[in-house]
């Protein structure tokens, strides 16, 4: 059974800073890895996807890492701004469907 | 993207009563879509899986009688809490493969339910 852990679990930082968020995953047969953004009370919403075959993905200031062999990706997020703040999940799916596991997420907080 | 939409937001109702959620996917076809629940300040957990034109697929420990799933077309599947209690009570969320072969998944707005 998939087991998605992030780390750490909350995070503050002043904006303009750069973020580091940590996913880790037991099974490494994973044909992607997905992280999400959900503001409180709201829905998820997909920031980048990587397939098994890609190292890296990047969209404006977020880049997402995966290695696979280590079972790990990492979410860095360029310059924060206080529109950051929200939390942030990782999703791997089973090995034969779109059943996703999350981690528990990292609730960002970016001060002003 | 993909845009899938649930509705209603948010719903407040008596216990002992029904409630439907419905989850469409607007700007394509979905075959295929999960429900989810979620707890305050905890993750999503798979509910179930909404097959369209057959029956939903169930996680373990959910009850199929009390979260009755309808994939009646290939952009609406409807979840019925039926007989709410106050434990249902939950933020539950939608999800639909997005067109292609990514494997990309797109999430509702999620439906807040509270139960009296």
């Known amino acids: 059974k998939q087991e998605v852990t992030q780390i750490p679990a909350a995070l503050s930082v002043p904006e303009g800073e750069n973020l580091v968020l940590n996913c880790s995953f037991t099974?490494?047969?994973?044909?992607?890895l997905q992280w999400f953004r959900q503001d409180p009370g709201k829905g998820l919403t997909s920031l980048l996807l990587i397939q098994s075959s890609q190292r890296e993905q990047t969209s404006g200031r977020l880049n997402a890492s995966l290695d696979k062999s280590s079972g790990r990706s990492t979410l860095y997020i360029a310059a924060s701004q206080p529109g950051d703040s929200a939390t942030y999940l990782c999703a791997v799916p089973g090995s034969n469907d779109y059943k996703l596991s999350f981690g528990a997420g990292t609730t960002v907080t970016v001060r002003a | 993207g993909a845009v899938v939409s649930q509705h209603p937001s948010w719903v407040i109702c008596k216990s002992g009563t029904s409630v439907k959620i419905e989850c469409r996917s607007l700007d394509f076809q979905a075959t295929t879509m999960f429900w989810y629940r979620q707890f305050p300040k905890q993750s999503l957990m798979l509910m179930a899986t909404?097959?369209?034109?057959?029956?939903?697929?169930?996680e373990q420990g959910v009850e199929k009688d009390k979260f009755l799933i309808n994939h009646a077309s290939l952009t609406l599947s409807t979840l019925t809490v039926t007989s709410a209690h106050p434990e249902d009570s939950s933020f539950y969320i939608c999800?639909?493969?997005?067109?292609?072969?990514?494997?990309?998944?797109?999430f509702g707005e999620g439906s807040r339910l509270t139960v009296l």
């Open positions: 999800s639909a493969p997005g067109a292609g072969r990514t494997g990309e998944l797109f």
């Open positions: 099974d490494s047969a994973i044909y992607n």
């Open positions: 909404s097959n369209e034109g057959s029956k939903a697929t169930y």
